[in-house]
């Protein structure tokens, strides 16, 4: 699934180029958003542990410096790190099941249908919403609006998608 939906995106990205179309920020809320700060905040956390594994400083001590760039505590950083790994499974797995139908389609054995492929990108999105509500379950309710004010506001606001992709 993931390789037809890097195919396809590079195919749409050619065609906004050649039509002029430049990118545009996506709206609060948008599922995608947060699953891209989750990777984005993953990416961050490893950072921490390996400055941490050379003894330079300690891992709460790297992970503080991410946290605070984020408007949120070191044990908020930490439980947006656990609602990562706990999602990553449930993608893997509807990952997996587009994959076998993108084999059996391409093999000739199943015909193409467009509501399966949507129902597979729906079913991420909603494995996303539940691990957004799950997050903010999890923190403060001062520390989820600090932390939902960044991801649909700075964060955001770094995000770009194919003008109307979305």
């Known amino acids: 699934m993931m390789k ?4 396809i995106s590079l195919l749409f990205l050619g065609a906004c180029v050649l039509f002029g179309q430049t990118g545009v920020t996506p709206p609060p809320g948008d ?6 700060f989750l990777r984005h905040h993953d990416a961050l956390a490893k950072d921490a542990r390996a ?3 050379t003894g330079t400083a300690s891992t709460r001590d790297a992970e503080m410096g991410a946290a605070v760039s984020m408007h949120v505590g070191v044990d908020d950083f930490v439980r947006i790190g656990e609602t990562y790994q706990q999602l990553e499974p449930a993608l893997a797995a509807i990952d997996a099941k587009a994959n076998a ?9 199943t015909a193409l249908d467009v509501a399966v492929i949507r129902s597979f990108s729906a079913s991420r999105n909603q494995a996303i919403l539940r691990a ?6 999890a ?5 989820w609006q600090a932390l939902s004010a960044y991801i649909d506001g700075e964060y955001r606001q770094s995000v770009r998608v ?3 992709a979305r």
């Open 4 to 7: 037809l939906l890097v195919i």
């Open 139 to 143: 923190l403060a309710p001062e520390a």
């Open 31 to 36: 599922p995608m958003v947060f699953y891209m």
């Open 162 to 164: 194919a003008g109307g």
């Open 51 to 53: 400055l941490a594994a």
């Open 132 to 137: 957004r509500a799950q997050l903010q379950g």
């Open 101 to 109: 139908y993108r084999d059996a389609v391409t093999s000739g054995a």
